[in-house]
């Protein structure tokens, strides 16, 4: 099920991050008193009572003058309204109305995307209320009043939010069609992809601020199956910053991401894999989708009997979080390889939904366990139960044992790897979650 996205928009210290780390549980943007340096992670996945969605802070805002505020707050309002389902639009009671405010609140009225308006820094209510009802003067929607600081409100807020949550939610569910995102850099050929797997020019490409306003869904029909590709390259504005043509890149990752089966990670092969190409993976490794790297321009490469060898070195050491991932070299300029993706994205698929039985599971944790000992500590020795195969997509597997403690993150990727010998599980991460299971001494 794909979760829903909500994004924080408003002016420079008007408490964004203070609201995400709040809401995300944990100190993730920097907070400081500066305007504009929320430079950290800029999205985290939230759960509150039954709902569970995904956060993204837009930031990014550099006040060098008003109309740069104003024109900033803009772009940012724009990313909330491409990407979020429902947008969180936070004020600041002791500064008041602003004109910003105002601006920006008109131009999310007119998106018709749900709008839920915040008043922060609303410490004592009944102090500071007859101040918020000025923002009833926005025009969207009642002000609901929030101390992000002091944590006071966040109910109500949140409950606000969640009422706009859409309802198709869960029945992504019952679409069996593949859905794949195309995602890397800017410029590194997602578009020529897809359109040489489309065989027309059908997304176009532009560096026109508000060609393509949301990630474009293209159907293709290959041997009688139907995918859905997800591709967010046309999805860059000319940008005065460089941070934030990479921040609004990686929100358009994230969101595309989300609603994905498997992931097309694009390189360009002229450039190498980079800091930002691992970035990028780092978010569908996180979210657990089936991953292949497709390295772009293979043609543009001079080559000898050892150049993939090299290459494919190369993207393992950046990548090295990701060993599972598959690799395919491929030009969307001559078609080279292209075909073969599909049979690619099929296996990845049917890996992602393997299930094993909790028989053979446990047959191969015991042979494991038989080759190499469980770690032990202070002379008390990990004992493995039992494992068992809870989901899919990607598969999670349960172990009991008798310490969780005892468990290293080493002799985990110790049993994982004898699963993937046994299976293969080719571009899929594994999940393990280890659980305590008290059992009478004898």
Not at 11 to 17: A, F, L
């Amino acid at each position: 099920m794909s979760r829903p996205v909500v994004a924080i928009v408003g002016r420079p210290n008007v408490g964004k991050s203070t609201l995400f780390n709040a809401l995300a549980g944990e100190m993730i943007s920097i907070v400081k008193d500066t305007p504009g340096v929320t430079r950290d992670r800029i999205y985290a996945d939230v759960t509150w009572l039954d709902k569970e969605f995904t956060l993204i802070d837009t930031g990014g805002i550099e006040p060098d003058s008003k109309d740069v505020i104003l024109s900033q707050m803009r772009e940012q309002a724009q990313i909330a309204i491409d990407t979020a389902d429902v947008i969180i639009f936070i004020t600041d009671v002791r500064q008041g109305l602003v004109d910003a405010d105002s601006k920006v609140a008109d131009m999310l009225r007119r998106s018709g995307k749900p709008v839920v308006l915040v008043v922060n820094k609303v410490d004592h209510f009944e102090k500071y209320m007859p101040d918020v009802y000025e923002f009833y003067n926005l025009g969207i929607g009642d002000p609901v009043p929030v101390s992000a600081a002091s944590r006071l409100g966040l109910g109500d807020m949140l409950e606000t939010v969640a009422e706009h949550f859409p309802e198709g939610s869960d029945e992504e569910e019952e679409d069996e069609r593949p859905r794949i995102a195309i995602v890397g850099k800017p410029n590194v050929g997602k578009s020529s992809i897809i359109n040489r797997l489309l065989g027309e020019n059908r997304v176009i490409v532009s560096d026109i601020a508000g060609t393509t306003r949301d990630a474009i869904d293209t159907r293709i029909v290959h041997d009688g199956r139907e995918y859905v590709f997800i591709d967010t390259a046309g999805l860059r504005r000319k940008s005065r910053i460089k941070e934030e043509l990479e921040r609004y890149s990686i929100i358009r990752t994230v969101t595309a991401v989300e609603r994905a089966d498997v992931v097309l990670m694009v390189i360009d092969a002229t450039e190498g894999v980079t800091e930002q190409d691992a970035k990028i993976a780092g978010i569908a490794h996180e979210r657990g989708k089936g991953v292949i790297i497709v390295v772009n321009k293979w043609d543009a490469i001079e080559k000898d009997d050892r150049t993939m060898r090299e290459y494919e070195k190369n993207i393992r050491h950046v990548l090295s979080y990701m060993p599972y991932a598959e690799i395919m070299y491929v030009s969307a300029l001559t078609g080279q390889r292209l075909g073969k993706l599909y049979d690619m994205i099929d296996m990845v698929i049917e890996n992602q939904t393997l299930r094993i039985a909790t028989g053979v599971l446990n047959e191969i944790m015991t042979e494991a366990v038989a080759l190499q000992q469980p770690p032990s500590d202070k002379g008390k020795r990990l004992k493995l139960y039992y494992i068992t195969q809870v989901s899919v997509k990607p598969p999670t597997f349960v172990i009991f044992v008798n310490d969780k403690e005892l468990m290293h993150f080493s002799y985990t990727r110790y049993l994982e790897n004898k699963i993937r010998e046994a299976f293969g599980f080719r571009g899929t991460s594994l999940k393990f979650f280890i659980r305590e299971r008290k059992v009478k001494e004898q």
